[in-house]
């Protein structure tokens, strides 16, 4: 489970791009590698565990970290660690920042774990040592190869973070509301009517949609509405007053208000070429 206090589901939770590339680094075994109580300010950091073991305290919480361990440390966060003296690790970190125009970056990376124990040894190595040979070799569009495995690297944390309380039978029920909320976005859902769907009490409802989800039934209608209005607009197909209408707003006041507010940008802005 990761660091958050909720466990978020929501499919669009998750909504960041990577931006800045600072460094990708192969340090070999060394004995004497440490660090103390080092925090990054401008850079969240990932690392995989090659070969050989470490020590690391991240957050209060202890890890003995071996080979095919993906370590993630977002920006400021402090953490120690040292290397294992009798079998020293090697091991591939890259620096990186991200940017999200939808959601708080923040909660959202404060959520996923700090290390997460791979399926797959060989996959994880193999992607960092990708992300390394392309920061070498520095041929056309290598910081775009370099943003594409990293976001790579990172849906794969999110994936291993979310599953396992996605096969939990009351996010089950949750997810089935979301599904049912989305495709039908023009409607307008009482708490009482997706508690029926889910099978709980309203009340019972209310606080697991909140949990799963971090948004209350209204804002999380509203975010579908506002989202299918931005799809409307930015394809083109609608002005204002048709995109507020297809995503379910009866009035176009009301919207251009509530899109000003969700998005901080006015949906005539999306109109314009």
């Not at 370099?146 to 979310?162: C, F, K, Y």
């Not at 949609?209 to 509405?225: A, D, I, M």
Request: charged share 20%; glycine share 10%.
């Amino acid at each position: 489970m990761g660091q958050g206090s909720a466990v978020e589901i929501a499919a669009d939770f998750y909504d960041f791009v990577v931006t800045d590339i600072g460094y990708v680094i192969d340090r070999a075994p060394d004995p004497g590698w440490r660090v103390t109580a080092f925090a990054n300010p401008r850079l969240h950091i990932l690392a995989v565990a090659v070969t050989g073991k470490a020590g690391y305290e991240i957050g209060g919480v202890p890890y003995a970290i071996r080979p095919g361990d993906v370590i993630f440390m977002p920006k400021g966060l402090p953490h120690t660690g040292r290397s294992d003296a009798a079998d020293p690790w090697r091991f591939i970190s890259v620096g990186f920042d991200v940017r999200s125009d939808t959601g708080d970056v923040t909660a959202q990376l404060g959520t996923l774990p700090h290390v997460t124990r791979d399926a797959s040894p060989h996959g994880a190595a193999a992607a960092f040592a990708e992300l390394h040979t392309a920061w070498n070799d520095r041929s056309p569009g290598y910081l775009v190869q370099i943003r594409g495995i990293v976001s790579g690297i990172m849906h794969g944390l999110i994936r291993a973070h979310s599953l396992p309380h996605l096969r939990h039978p009351h996010t089950r029920r949750i997810m089935a509301v979301t599904e049912m909320i989305r495709e039908n976005h023009h409607r307008t859902f009482s708490v009482a009517e997706l508690a029926a769907v889910a099978g709980l009490s309203p009340s019972h409802f209310r606080a697991m949609f909140k949990r799963l989800t971090g948004q209350t039934v209204v804002e999380y209608q509203q975010g579908v509405r506002i989202g299918k209005a931005t799809e409307l607009l930015l394809s083109g197909e609608c002005n204002v007053s048709e995109a507020a209408l297809r995503a379910g707003f009866r009035d176009v006041y009301y919207f251009s208000r509530l899109f000003k507010k969700v998005t901080g940008t006015n949906p005539s802005e999306l109109t314009r070429g």
